[in-house]
């Protein structure tokens, strides 16, 4: 009968104590190598929870370990496909991170949609993902799919650098490889053998948007079809995804099966093709709720449809491009700019590595875009170099999008899933 939280292992303590506070949580199981920090945030929280301690003995509390050789037979809660299975706590990409509550039956549709009909999982396959299993989008990875066809999952307690992530890659020779574009970037920055792949069907790709030019230089580099998807907390995974023969590069791709989509302009109204509007999906795995936030379930959850708060397009095949999500969009000169249109041109420059695009204002207290560079190694902020980038996204695109200012900076704030959190660098003044 116990509801499980899935939390980060890479948290700093205010964030657990936040969540511990928020959950009301009773019980908190952590391995002695957490206990400390675990300790530290309940002290300043107002929860009365117990610890209980797997690992290394820690006298004071309970031992996980000492619980599990108990004799007593515990009986199976008697829980039903629509009973809670599960918590997962939201990003933070724009705020303090939401409890979001998913059924049981939630994890079969996400295996059942995605997995066996995108992917074509099988027993034979061997999953590794650098996302780890406290996110939604690992939970699938490693857990729900290759348990759903009996495969094999390789799980990896360092963090995902590319020097961890290709020991595992070449020792243990996975079929597929799940991962987001800053890794997928920084794999390309190496000098690595297309030998080292050879093993992978495919690699997976969320959490930002894969921009076209990585997925072509990961494809001529490395060999690797990397099918781009969107998933959210709330959606618990993928419900737009690229296919294995049918690949859009730049574009998040077509709707999973089992899946529908409306895209919704700010006046209310359904978007035509080819119009901006704000994604809300119609699905077989949308979470209950957010625990404790009556307002934020009620403006996310709308009977039938689940808000992104992603603007997107879609074609006249069915095709959905991602142009940011609803707070990062800008007006500028009368029409909408995506942030993240600008920021994929910028990273086609040799010498940026990564970009974020946020709205300013000029002295006329318009809206302008304004770039946060991380250059690649080997190049140096100048005003020549401002004014080099400036003329690329004007070739790139619509001229008047492109950014007005410059800030180098050494990375970009994210969450703890490799999302860009943009809200705060529109506080950088």
Not at 225 to 248: A, C, P, Q, Y
Not at 323 to 347: H, I, N, T, W
Request: aromatic residues 10%; glycine residues 6%.
């Amino acid at each position: 009968g116990i509801i499980p939280i899935c939390i980060n292992t890479m948290l700093p303590e205010n964030d657990y104590r936040y969540m511990i506070e928020d959950s009301e949580t009773d019980a908190i199981i952590v391995s002695s190598s957490r206990y400390q920090i675990i300790k530290n945030a309940i002290k300043k929280s107002k929860s009365k929870a117990k610890i209980i301690v797997s690992g290394n003995n820690v006298t004071s509390e309970i031992s996980f370990d000492e619980l599990l050789k108990e004799p007593e037979v515990i009986e199976v809660a008697n829980t039903k496909r629509d009973d809670i299975c599960l918590w997962m706590y939201s990003s933070g990409s724009t705020g303090n991170p939401k409890g979001t509550l998913h059924t049981h039956k939630n994890l079969m549709a996400t295996a059942n949609c995605y997995a066996k009909k995108v992917l074509k999982i099988t027993s034979k396959d061997i999953f590794f993902s650098a996302p780890k299993l406290y996110f939604a989008y690992g939970l699938g990875n490693a857990l729900t799919f290759p348990l759903s066809v009996g495969a094999t999952s390789i799980l990896m307690s360092e963090r995902p650098t590319v020097n961890s992530v290709m020991k595992v890659i070449r020792e243990k020779k996975p079929t597929l490889f799940f991962g987001v574009p800053t890794l997928y970037a920084s794999l390309l920055k190496e000098n690595l053998n297309k030998n080292d792949f050879s093993s992978l069907r495919l690699g997976i790709s969320a959490g930002e948007a894969l921009p076209a030019h990585l997925y072509k230089k990961l494809l001529s580099s490395f060999g690797l079809k990397v099918l781009d998807g969107i998933g959210t907390t709330e959606m618990l995974h993928m419900f737009i995804s690229n296919r294995i023969n049918k690949i859009f590069p730049g574009s998040t791709g077509v709707l999973v099966p089992g899946y529908k989509a409306r895209l919704i302009k700010d006046d209310g109204t359904t978007a035509n093709n080819n119009e901006i509007g704000e994604l809300e999906i119609n699905g077989p795995s949308s979470a209950i709720s957010y625990w404790n936030k009556k307002e934020k379930t009620k403006n996310t959850f709308l009977k039938n449809w689940t808000r992104t708060g992603d603007k997107y397009t879609k074609n006249n095949e069915g095709v959905y491009t991602y142009c940011g999500r609803a707070d990062d969009m800008m007006k500028v000169s009368g029409q909408y700019v995506s942030p993240f249109e600008v920021e994929a041109a910028l990273q086609k420059h040799t010498s940026v590595f990564e970009a974020a695009v946020v709205a300013n204002k000029d002295e006329n207290d318009l809206i302008k875009p304004k770039a946060f560079i991380v250059l690649n190694d080997n190049y140096e902020q100048s005003k020549k170099l401002e004014l080099e980038l400036t003329n690329h996204v004007k070739s790139v695109l619509t001229p008047f999008k492109y950014p007005r200012w410059y800030e180098f900076v050494d990375d970009l704030p994210k969450t703890s899933t490799g999302k860009i959190q943009r809200y705060k660098l529109r506080k950088i003044e």
